[in-house]
């Protein structure tokens, strides 16, 4: 059974480092076509990726986001790290990981989110 | 900045058939990626409904399903039923800008 949980901060500043962690559990980042991933969605709006790793320390990151996100994996941990650099309030959202099975490139397992409020 | 392009809202009575249309262009539907489709309660996390334009993972009812063409793919609710009130996404992969992963702009479904 895959689940996965992200924890950080619930409150962050402007201008502020954000760093999320995904614990998860049911496979291995170490497996061939393992993957997971980073979703947000702003409340009422749309859900936006923003990131990638695959169980090769592959890195894909949203073109838009690039120069403020950096993605790493702890196989031993069972964990994947995400942090987003230079918060500003328009980033308030509650962000998503997600195991994305690379047959398809689908997210199939999300975790239950984290919302994030970035103000002064 | 979602480049998938989804109706806002759609909405049917109880048992009626409603579909939900995802456009796209030539650098993701039109290149030949799959489509998948998630649905959204209130409150919670999205959840994989159909993957690869037309399967659906154990668990969905068959009341859903999933179609591709062009540039463009569609999600079909038939015997639409009051917990089918949700939000849905399509999601996709976009080959231009080093490739990236796509999401549409969401579509919520009432049922009247």
């Known amino acids: 059974q895959i689940t996965l949980k992200e924890s950080g901060p619930t409150l962050v500043k402007p201008t502020q480092t954000l760093t999320l962690t995904c614990t998860f559990s049911?496979?291995?980042?170490?497996?061939?076509?393992?993957?997971v991933g980073w979703i947000r969605q702003p409340p009422g709006k749309a859900l936006e990726w923003l990131a990638l790793?695959?169980?090769?320390?592959?890195?894909r990151y949203s073109p838009s986001l690039k120069s403020r996100l950096t993605i790493t994996k702890d196989t031993s941990k069972n964990q994947v790290v995400l942090t987003m650099t230079n918060m500003d309030p328009v980033d308030t959202a509650t962000y998503y990981c997600a195991h994305i099975w690379s047959g398809y490139d689908v997210f199939d397992y999300w975790g239950q989110g984290t919302l994030v409020t970035v103000s002064s | 900045q979602s480049v998938l392009t989804q109706p806002p809202s759609v909405s049917g009575a109880p048992g009626q058939r409603v579909t939900i249309s995802c456009t796209g262009s030539?650098?993701?539907?039109?290149?030949?990626?799959?489509v998948h489709w998630y649905q959204q309660l209130p409150g919670t996390a999205p959840k994989l409904l159909i993957y690869g334009n037309s399967n659906r993972p154990s668990g969905v009812p068959d009341r859903f399903s999933g179609s591709k063409s062009g540039t463009s793919a569609s999600l079909a609710i038939t015997g639409l039923q009051a917990e089918d009130e949700a939000d849905y996404y399509c999601q996709s992969y976009d080959s231009s800008l080093s490739g990236y992963y796509v999401f549409g702009t969401g579509t919520k479904v009432t049922v009247l």
């Open positions: 790793i695959y169980w090769d320390d592959d890195k």
């Open positions: 049911g496979f291995s980042l170490s497996t061939s076509g393992v993957g």
């Open positions: 030539s650098s993701n539907i039109g290149a030949g990626y799959d």
